[in-house]
């Protein structure tokens, strides 16, 4: 069993910054390509970021260059620097990994619980 745990959300002003982690906890081998989504309600989940396991990476649009996605394998953690936050960035972020177990062939899937980001301007 294996649980990912968001964490650092909160509450800033416009211009402002938050680190987001994503921690894989349980009897894992790996965690894999990880993505960094967000929604907000009667929306979609929209992707952020993502960050492959040889630390590729990819933004969506309204991010790019304010938002970096990073990751450290040994902690099995993934991280989220989000700088010059606006309030468009508001939402619930939600990490999503492929995990792999010792002893099972291929990934699994996983969510996190989410995490709340407030920008207010």
């Known amino acids: 069993q294996v649980q990912l745990v968001e964490s650092g959300g909160g509450s800033v002003h416009t211009g402002g910054s938050l680190l987001l982690s994503c921690a894989a906890i349980g009897s894992i081998r790996s965690i894999n390509d990880v993505g960094w989504y967000r929604q907000t309600p009667g929306t979609d989940r929209e992707l952020v970021a993502a960050i492959s396991r040889d630390g590729s990476t990819n933004y969506g649009e309204t991010v790019k260059d304010r938002f970096t996605i990073s990751r450290d394998n040994d902690k099995n953690t993934v991280y989220l620097q989000m700088n010059n936050l606006k309030p468009e960035d508001t939402a619930v972020y939600y990490c999503?990994?492929?995990?792999?177990?010792?002893?099972?062939?291929?990934?699994?899937?996983?969510w996190g619980q989410g995490t709340q980001v407030t920008v207010s301007s």
């Open positions: 999503n990994a492929g995990v792999s177990f010792p002893g099972l062939v291929g990934e699994y899937d996983y």
